[in-house]
């Protein structure tokens, strides 16, 4: 799981792990005030909440259960341990294991059922290692498991000690999607250090990292933002030199490669290890290094990012080993099957990653070029050079632009979409005259800019966050543009002149779909003020929802039960109750990264014309499945939920691109992310199931709430 702007809970451990003192084991809970800020108004408000809601927010959105749910990895590992148990065993000495980051306890639990003789488990994240506790007694291990609430780091050994003597086997897993982003380098070193016997076993015993040289101006869009042309291809707004220089953020792109489509990606190179990581003991590991190696380019084209995956060898011979690679580069997946990418395991808590070259680079079929693969104690950067383009230096790229500060990935990419921004500025351009005085609502967007170049008379522009300010005069001083002003709120005075109104229905703070209803919200504020007959842009817009059946997207959700033969019973109930505190029933997801099928007719829930604006509805309504009979058996795990803007005769759809029919896969965009509502049991659906919905909107106040479930629960 990963969201730009809210990091997953195994992150969450990482930097903010000071919070691991607060004693939540305490039983008087107490209400808190806590700051939020309103996505509709722009606010900050304060709220009363659960003493732990930020706690129970970052369980409930953990990515903990999808890596629970991960067989392949809690397979591997097993089998890892029960060789790396019966060697020790088979050299006559007792197996004294140390497992680091216990989580739930799962390897401990497994460490015993393969006859370890002492385990010792340490988990920095306090709450987790109480739930731990809990899983330990309910499976009858307790005695078996000592359990340290403490970051490996501080363990201490001696008679007095966590532990009274050095481990001979270490398990661990503290893996991200970068491989080494939660600190496994300091976390490995420190324990050959202090924790382990000379003599031991480490599960998994290395890793490699391998990286990929890429062509995809699909890609691209996520990191750098295009010149903004019209339907006839006439430039509109030039994008500023800096910002197509800048070297970019240095923060990874971490998503679902297998998803991307074929088309949309060209390989100049073989996949390259460029890491190799000894867990093991035999061999130091290093903080900080870089790499530079030749490799024989395969393909002509223009090299813009790297692809970047990892895998494990779980054991010293390199029997056992996880790979994380997307289908084209996976050692298991059937490539003369139809949907090769379905034939390998699917996860969550470790995708693929992309790094996007400071400096693109024009390569030749057949060349030999330098991948220069750099890596500190946390992260990973690239650089490519071949004889006429040396860097001066391989430093970790720096957002130097902006834009990269300001704007999440999928923001920019969303900026960067065409099809949408030119149904936008078709109508800017119908709309918008000589005698324009135009107002937008939306200065992450550059539709009043875009208003200033066709030839309106002066546009305002409200906007507040000085990043985005940043990159809006960068615009204006880069096309000459002289008619704009970017304002904090307009005045009276400049709401009696506007004439025509727009915004991109997609601001930066927004993550939700309806969170865009910030339009609504301000124009209902303005109305009074405002002229009568003025032209506002988009016209409405429209809520749908459907049922879906996903591929693999439920697993990050649902109930663990049974694991491995352990009982998780006592987890799922832990997630369960901070997903009733923080109430985060329904989240964002990229759903085009996320497969799933129609189950069910889209259906349209409400719609609001912003020229007829209430300040509160409310809404409910029932839906059948279908209209129709269905046949098949037709499970449903989740509903997709989704926004349409109607710019005129156009619509812009957030949700799906093509109109999806029963049983077929869904097209979802690819630049925004949809609203879902994974259900915790799936559900075999009839032409007799039944859908409702209730929303309430309040456009004085900016909330909005929605939800959505079956008639009937079963
Ligand atoms: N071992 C469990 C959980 C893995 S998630 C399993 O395989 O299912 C990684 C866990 O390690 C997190 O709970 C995190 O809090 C913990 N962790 C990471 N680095 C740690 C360290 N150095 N010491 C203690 N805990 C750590
Ligand atoms: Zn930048």
């Known amino acids: 799981m990963r969201f730009d702007l809210i990091k997953g809970f195994r992150s969450y451990l990482l930097c903010k792990s000071f919070k691991s003192s607060r004693n939540y084991s305490s039983t008087i809970k107490m209400q808190v005030f806590t700051q939020k800020r309103n996505p509709i108004t722009g606010d900050t ?210 998503i679902q490669l297998s998803q991307v489509p074929r088309e949309a990606f060209k390989e100049l190179s073989d996949q390259i290890p460029i890491f190799y990581y000894d867990w093991s003991g035999h061999s130091s590991i290093d903080m900080k290094r870089t790499v530079q190696q030749l490799f024989t380019v395969t393909n ?76 500190d104690e946390y992260s990973l950067w690239f650089y490519l050079q071949d004889e006429k383009t040396k860097h001066k230096h391989y430093q970790r790229p720096v957002c130097e632009c902006g834009v990269h500060m300001a704007l999440s990935r999928t923001h920019v990419s969303y900026l960067n979409d065409g099809r949408r921004s030119k149904k936008l500025l078709q109508k800017v351009i119908e709309e918008v005259s000589k005698d324009s005085v135009v107002l937008d609502l939306n200065g992450s967007s550059f539709l009043g800019l875009a208003a200033a170049r066709v030839g309106a008379k002066s546009v305002y522009i409200i906007e507040n966050m000085s990043l985005n300010i940043g990159i809006l005069n960068d615009y204006i001083k880069e096309n000459g543009i002289e008619n704009v002003q970017i ?55 429209e809520f749908w929802a459907m049922p879906v059946e996903f591929q693999d997207l439920h697993k990050i959700r649902i109930p663990l039960g049974i694991c491995e033969g352990i009982d998780m019973s006592i987890f799922d109930t832990l997630v369960e109750k901070s997903r009733m505190i923080s109430d985060s029933e329904i989240e964002a997801q990229p759903l085009w990264e996320y497969p799933c099928k129609c189950r069910g007719l889209p259906r349209k829930l409400f719609d609001i014309h912003l020229k007829d604006l209430k300040p509160t509805f409310a809404c409910d309504g029932k839906n059948p499945i279908v209209d129709s ?37 869904v097209n979802w965009d690819l630049h925004t992310r949809q609203a879902v509502k994974i259900l915790k049991h799936s559900r075999t659906v009839t032409d007799s199931d039944v859908w409702y919905y209730q929303v309430a909107c309040d456009l004085e106040k900016g909330q909005f709430n929605l939800h959505i479930d079956w008639v009937n629960e079963e």
């Open 45 to 254: 408000e304060w709220d009363v909440q659960h003493e732990d809601y930020d706690y129970h927010q970052e369980i409930a959105r953990s990515a903990f259960a999808d890596m629970l749910h991960d067989t392949e990895r809690n397979k591997k590992y097993y089998r890892a341990l029960q060789l790396a148990i019966q060697k020790v065993h088979n050299h006559g000495k007792k197996a004294n294991v140390l497992d680091i980051g216990t989580g739930t306890g799962l390897l401990s639990i497994m460490a015993a059922k393969c006859g370890a003789d002492t385990i010792t488990a340490c988990e920095a994240f306090k709450p987790m290692a109480e739930c731990c506790i809990k899983i330990l007694q309910m499976n009858g291990v307790a005695d078996k498991i000592t359990v340290i609430p403490k970051r490996s780091t501080e363990l201490t050994v001696g008679d007095d000690g966590d532990m009274k003597q050095k481990a001979n086997i270490l398990v661990t897993e503290v893996f991200d999607t970068e491989l080494i982003g939660e600190g496994a380098l300091s976390t490995f070193s420190h324990a050959h250090k202090y924790l382990l016997e000379e003599e031991c076993l480490v599960i998994p015993d290395s890793a490699v990292i391998y990286a990929q040289v890429i062509e995809s101006p699909l890609l691209q869009k996520w990191n750098k933002l295009n010149d903004l042309v019209d339907e006839d291809l006439q430039l509109i707004l030039r994008t500023p030199k800096k910002m197509k220089d800048c070297a970019g953020s240095a923060a990874v792109h971490d």
């Open 487 to 541: 304002i904090s709120e307009p005045t009276d005075e400049i709401l009696e002149k506007v004439t025509n109104i727009v915004c991109d229905p997609n601001f930066s703070s927004a993550i939700l779909p309806w969170e865009n209803l910030k339009v609504a919200y301000l124009l209902y504020k303005y109305r009074n003020k405002l002229k009568d007959g003025i032209t506002v842009i988009p016209t409405s817009c």
């Open 629 to 665: 009979e269905i046949e098949g058996v037709n499970p449903v795990n989740g509903f997709a939920i989704w926004a349409v803007w109607v710019v005129g005769e156009n619509r812009i759809s957030s949700g799906p691109v093509d109109w999806p029919n029963f049983g077929d896969n």
């Open 300 to 375: 002509t084209g223009k090299a813009q990012m790297i692809f970047m995956w990892w895998e494990l060898n779980m054991d010293p011979e390199g029997k056992i080993c996880l790979s994380c690679a997307p289908w084209w580069a996976h050692p298991d997946a059937n490539l003369s099957s139809e949907s090769p990418k379905d034939t390998i395991p699917w996860r969550d808590h470790w995708m693929q990653a992309v790094y996007y070259l400071p400096r693109e680079l024009i390569v030749e079929k057949h060349s030999e070029v330098s991948l220069i693969s750099c890596q």
